[in-house]
């Protein structure tokens, strides 16, 4: 008897469980499932009070006019160049330094991390004046390399922060045994520690981009002219002085999305396997 009210509370909970997470999942789908519907509703229907949730036709049309009546493939060029390069160069860089942090031991490194954490905790607004200043006198204004410089100043410090707890896990015996058969440090951190890091290293660059390819107010400020605009500034200057292309806005923000999410797909999977060969080696 005992046997079979285990069996019943253990079944309660688990139904409780996964109707949790269902709800949650739904909270977390509805934003992109709504604009999704919206971006294929015909214009008629886009003002109907109350919605209509499922679209009497599909429509492309907005799909055709984001592409084709703006210049929307131009800011997936600029987001897609800015934030490729500021990830490579922040995990390439941050790599090294987290290294330092987490293996070597010299005075200071407390010091150090503390004010990467703190540097990581600074509003952008704080710094987007003096940033500015500097971008103008060394003309890098409506450039790549200035965004990409200021989108470094933003995700390095968050770069070497999770970088540093990754190599942090990683055992010391590994490297003193490499140490002892001949390997510099360096060879130590490229020829084991690098690999072992793998998983770390693909999470970390996907942070990086995804906060790189969202980033609004730097690309506002910097970036004036149309055709240096990123994604999420070509989208905010969307609507004009009389209209507000709801339709339009709803499929650019598909669109943008939908790479996020085969990039995100695509990495988990590398992730995962990184993390099994590391466990099988270790």
Do not use: C, H
Request: hydrophobic fraction near 55%; avoid cysteine.
């Amino acid at each position: 008897m005992a046997s079979k009210n285990s069996g019943n509370k253990n079944l309660m909970e688990n139904i409780l469980f996964y109707f949790g997470i269902f709800i949650f999942l739904i909270f977390i789908v509805f934003p992109f499932f709504w604009q999704f519907m919206t971006s294929i509703k015909p214009m008629k229907e886009l003002y109907l009070t109350p919605p209509k949730w499922i679209p009497s036709a599909i429509n492309f049309e907005f799909y055709y006019s984001v592409f084709y009546k703006r210049p929307f493939l131009t800011y997936l060029k600029n987001s897609a160049v800015v934030a490729g390069s500021s990830t490579l160069f922040a995990v390439f860089v941050s790599s090294f330094a987290a290294y330092a942090l987490s293996r070597l031991n010299f005075k200071g490194k407390g010091l150090i991390m503390s004010m990467v954490l703190a540097v990581s905790m600074f509003p952008g607004i704080s710094i987007v004046s003096s940033l500015f200043i500097m971008m103008r006198q060394v003309n890098l204004l409506n450039s790549y390399i200035g965004l990409v410089i200021t989108y470094i100043t933003i995700t390095m410090p968050l770069s070497i922060f999770i970088l540093t707890t990754f190599f942090r896990e990683i055992p010391f015996s590994l490297e003193e045994a490499a140490k002892v058969d001949g390997a510099s440090p360096l060879q130590a951190f490229m020829l084991v520690i690098f690999p072992l890091a793998a998983p770390g290293l693909f999470t970390t660059a996907i942070l990086v981009f995804i906060s790189s390819w969202n980033e609004f107010l730097y690309s506002l400020v910097f970036n004036t002219k149309e055709n240096m605009r990123t994604v999420p500034v070509g989208i905010a200057m969307f609507p004009g002085d009389f209209s507000y292309p709801w339709g339009d806005i709803a499929a650019a923000s598909v669109v943008v999305t939908v790479p996020l999410i085969i990039l995100v797909l695509v990495f988990q999977r590398r992730i995962i396997s990184g993390l099994t060969a590391g466990a099988v080696k270790g």
